[in-house]
């Protein structure tokens, strides 16, 4: 299939049009006739089943079939961001209609996850099941649990990060305050419908305070944050942002001062928003606490370990997250006239490496050399029907006969090498969260 992402590789343009195009590979649920990987099927259709609801629909997370609902919610929140902020670069890219519907199939699954106050689905899938299974989840027969949390068992770090993604995605959808740029693609009745989850959501993770693994112990040792303090501040200054009701501006800064999040942190990711959080501060309310913070974060980054080819590497695990995430929030704080030239030099520098300084592009479809064998099960099986065997499809030495177009895979090791092995998931899988970052950061640099 010919994308009109390939029809320019050299911009960052064309790096945008195909970090959306990968969460067409993701969804779950029904599909529409218009999706864009024909290989890709109706899936998950019992989803919920289990407890009575319907929980069809959003995202896969990576290379397996499991919908973990943090990862998920801190996606959305900030695909949501790179479209509020960087309008003019979706607009610009032919992307504006693809990102709102990316965005849309996560939020209208959520709200199928909220369909009681007090209440949120957390995850579908048992993750040791489904990992033990590797095929299409067109083919999938194992059971499929669904578990929540609620007044009995909360879990504020994940109700606050849905909160925050509904609180954005009401913004994506609102009708625009300058007329100028108003167009027919808002939508104020569903905006209202985010905002009036969000704020239920907001007040269960504030009033009902735990982390979510706590009341569910079940989904073990997978994306379990550290706390929650972060994830309600998170949550507040969406609020703010999508209202500009005083009760949340009231609250975000309390919340602030209640968790100490100006404290220095290493890195941006689903489970530790903090960066997040200190950028937003200082962009929506400007004091020059949230604005030290962010600078502190840039700072550390930057001097943080570097590879010799000048990625930054804070973790082995999915590196390249990292940097896209740290360098989407340098532009942020560059954006804040806080060593801008500094900021946006450091950001382009993880920019270029992602797309091929090193010798090899880490997109896939995009560039020089980019992966062929991802950490992904259903492109790495042939068109249906011909039957997905597992061990061919695990082992198989040929590129995966689906090209997993605009993926970014987990990254080098520190010494700049790496193998393109479908069996490494440490540096060759992909992800919702990878990708949104990425969105986040070329919408920003094409943006500039």
């Known amino acids: 299939m010919q994308f009109a992402c390939l029809l320019d590789r050299n911009s960052r343009a064309a790096v945008l049009c195909l970090s959306i195009l990968f969460f067409d590979a993701e969804r779950s649920g029904v599909l529409p006739s218009d999706q864009r990987f024909a290989w ?21 997370d990576a290379g397996d079939h499991v919908k973990f609902n943090l990862p998920m919610a801190f996606t959305l929140t900030m695909l949501s961001w790179g479209v509020i902020d960087y309008r003019d670069a979706y607009e610009q890219a032919g992307q504006l209609e693809y990102g709102r519907t990316a965005i849309r199939w996560g939020t209208d699954y959520f709200l199928k996850c909220h369909s009681q106050n007090m209440t949120l689905y957390a995850q579908v899938g048992d993750a040791e099941l489904d990992h033990a299974y590797w095929g299409r989840p067109e083919d999938m027969t194992m059971e499929r649990p669904s578990l929540k949390i609620d007044v009995n068992g909360p879990g504020s770090d994940l109700a606050g990060e849905a909160s925050a993604a509904l609180a954005a995605a009401s913004i994506v959808f609102a009708v625009s305050l300058n007329m100028l740029a108003m167009k027919q693609d808002s939508d104020p009745e569903y905006s209202a419908e985010l905002l009036a989850a969000s704020r239920d959501l907001f007040v269960f993770a504030d009033e009902y305070r735990a982390t979510y693994h706590e009341s569910l112990p079940e989904i073990g040792n997978y994306y379990v944050s550290p706390d929650y303090g972060d994830e309600l501040c998170w949550a507040a200054v969406w609020l703010y942002r999508a209202t500009e009701e005083q009760q949340y501006r009231d609250k975000a800064r309390s919340l602030w001062e209640e968790f100490d999040m100006g404290l220095p942190v290493s890195f941006f990711d689903w489970g530790t928003v903090n960066a997040g959080v200190q950028a937003l501060y200082g962009h ?16 550390g980054v930057r001097n943080a370990t570097h590879t010799p080819g000048g990625l930054v590497y804070l973790t082995q695990w999915g590196c390249l997250r990292h940097a896209v995430n740290a360098a989407f929030i340098a532009i942020k704080v560059a954006e804040l006239a806080i060593q801008p030239t500094t900021n946006r030099a450091w950001a382009e520098q993880q920019a270029q490496y992602v797309l091929g300084s090193s010798g090899r592009s880490y997109v896939i479809g995009y560039g020089v050399d980019y992966p062929q064998r991802p950490h992904h099960r259903s492109s790495s099986c042939p068109d249906a029907p011909e039957p997905c065997d597992s061990g061919w499809a695990l082992n198989q030495v040929g590129p995966n006969p689906q090209v997993l177009y605009g993926a970014l895979v987990g990254g080098p090791d520190i010494n700049d090498n790496h ?10 899988e992909v992800s919702l969260n990878y990708n949104s970052g990425l969105a986040c950061l070329m919408a920003a640099m094409a943006s500039q």
């Open 40 to 60: 890709r099927g109706d899936s998950g259709l019992d989803d919920g089943a289990d407890n009575g609801v319907d929980l069809t629909g959003g995202y896969y």
């Open 284 to 299: 929506v309310f400007g004091d020059l606490q949230y604005k030290d913070a962010a600078e502190e974060f840039t700072k």
């Open 419 to 428: 193998s393109d092995d479908r069996s490494d998931y440490v540096h060759n």
